[in-house]
């Protein structure tokens, strides 16, 4: 059975930094390419980023280009994505998810930016 838990979430002010992790169980790991989504109050879920099954490869929504970073751990079946620069508009829960695009999706963790 797959499952995805993530956790990291919290307050933070803006320009401040978080890194979310996401423990995954039930599936083959490093054969599978890994995604980050949001959701915003009243907005649809986006995709953050995503990271190919062996790390090589991956992908970034504009939004977060050049401050978010997506990466993974094999060994431990684990995928991260460290923040930094966080701004207002990043205030979301963070879904971590199997495969881009997702078909098994985490419970989320909230991520607060906000002075």
């Known amino acids: 059975q797959v499952q995805l838990v993530e956790s990291g979430g919290g307050l933070v002010q803006p320009g401040g930094s978080l ?10 790991f490093n054969q599978n390419a890994m995604t980050w989504y949001r959701q915003a109050p009243g907005k649809e879920r986006e995709l953050v980023a995503t990271i190919s099954g062996n790390g090589g490869s991956t992908m970034y929504a504009d939004s977060v280009k050049g401050r978010f970073t997506i990466s993974r751990d094999n060994a431990e079946k684990k995928v991260y994505l460290q923040m930094n620069h966080l701004k207002p508009e990043d205030t979301a829960v963070y879904y971590c998810a199997r495969r881009f695009p997702a078909d098994y999706w985490g419970p989320g963790t909230q991520v607060t930016v906000s002075a």
């Open 19 to 28: 890194r979310l992790s996401c423990a995954a169980s039930g599936f083959i």
